[in-house]
């Protein structure tokens, strides 16, 4: 399974955010709660994937691919009670990371995270947040998406 290593945070001031891509994503999660593994939906603006992902923290495991729309209404119906809806900006960091910052709605609103992804642990390790990251929630399970999806905002 390919690796993912990202950190994730809360976000404390909204950054100028007019040259980062918009997208509006609806997640769906086929699994349960307690399973080990996490099988999701995701519709991104007019792309549709299905994604795997085990483990958790820095370092998961993930597998992803595109599907059709028919596809991904055939499986849709089966996420209900565990759906996100988030819009998602996507932009450049010093060094050449690149962020993803969600703005969820609904339920949701008005939490808002941002995740960077890393080529190696050391570079996530070593990583220093700018000022408008807020605190670090990569390794608490109550700011998962599958987490949100099912028990809402944490108290």
Known sequence: MNREIERRFLVAALP???AARRAQVRQGYLTRPDDST?????QMDERYLLTLKDGE????GEREVEITRLQFDTFWP???????????????LAGGLTFE????SGALAPL?????????EEEALSFTPPDWFGAEVTSDRRYRNR?????????
């Open 147 to 155: 987490t949100l999806a099912v028990e809402g905002l944490p108290v």
């Open 112 to 120: 808002r995270m941002v995740e960077v992804e890393f080529p190696s």
């Open 16 to 18: 100028d955010l007019s």
């Open 101 to 104: 910052l969600d703005v969820f």
């Open 78 to 92: 089966e996420t209900d009670g565990r759906r996100i809806e988030k819009e998602r900006f996507t932009g450049a």
């Open 57 to 60: 923290g820095l370092v998961r």
């Open 38 to 42: 996490e099988l999701r939906l995701r």
